[in-house]
């Protein structure tokens, strides 16, 4: 699905270059659940941001889905991310005047609307959430808010779920949860790329990358079936 080709990415930070990513080659294939897993600053962010078409690498490629996705203009990786892309993030990201249900909503407004308010209040059900729909987020706890941010990842059906550090801020149970439902999404077939840098979260993906200041330093081979 995704495959990165000798990608670097520096960054300037007062006048001084940071490489983020060194020379990183590796591949995510559909339908499998990959942990990315290194200490704070080896580049796991940077990496997620770059699947996700939100930022252009200083050199290599980026491909999705056998397409390099930065040959594509801003509004056609817009589409795409709209279209083919979940983002789960550590903060949620969740508007806080909208209630629940108008949060999960939120993708919606850019794209399809038909059946997805059905579709949200199914979601919020299935993760344990759906008698708060008409809470705001300051009334959740932070485990809730994980899944009402996750139910409105998957509203329109995505391919992919790109999470970074999606149980940093949980508690062991909440953040069981948060596990369960990706290993849900991807024996349904879709594909979970989660960077972490818990080695016992990162135990119950199907495979990890562990990054070094910016160096894939180790991947097991992704499935055959990419």
């Known amino acids: ?15 001084l270059e940071v ?32 699947l996700g078409g939100m930022g252009r690498p200083s050199s290599g490629r980026v491909l999705f889905a056998g397409d390099n996705l930065y040959a594509l203009d801003s509004g056609a990786r817009a589409r795409l991310r709209a279209e083919k892309i979940g983002f789960v993030f550590q903060s949620f990201q ?13 993708p919606a407004l850019a794209g399809r609307r038909a059946g997805m308010h ?34 409105r990842a998957m509203l329109r ?35 979970v790329i989660m960077v972490t840098h818990d080695e016992q979260l990162a135990g119950r993906a199907s495979r990890v990358v562990r990054l070094t200041d910016g160096r894939v330093q180790e991947s097991t081979p992704p499935p055959t079936n990419s």
């Open 157 to 191: 059906e995505p391919d992919v779920l790109l999470a970074d550090e999606p149980t940093g801020n949980l508690d062991k149970a909440s953040a069981e949860q948060v596990m369960d439902s990706f290993a849900e999404f991807q024996q349904s077939g879709g594909t």
């Open 1 to 15: 699905m995704f495959r990165l080709e000798s990608v670097t990415k520096r960054y300037l930070v007062q006048g």
């Open 94 to 106: 969740l508007i806080p005047y909208l209630n629940t249900l108008e949060n999960v909503l939120v």
């Open 19 to 50: 490489l983020a990513l060194r020379e990183a080659s590796v591949e995510f294939a559909r339908g499998e659940f990959a942990a990315v897993i290194g200490k704070s600053g080896s580049g796991k962010s940077t990496l997620l941001m770059l």
């Open 118 to 151: 059905r579709r949200a209040g199914e979601l919020l059900e299935r993760l344990g959430v759906g008698g708060r729909a008409a809470h705001r987020p300051a009334e959740l706890s932070a485990g809730e808010r994980q899944r009402v941010a996750l139910a």
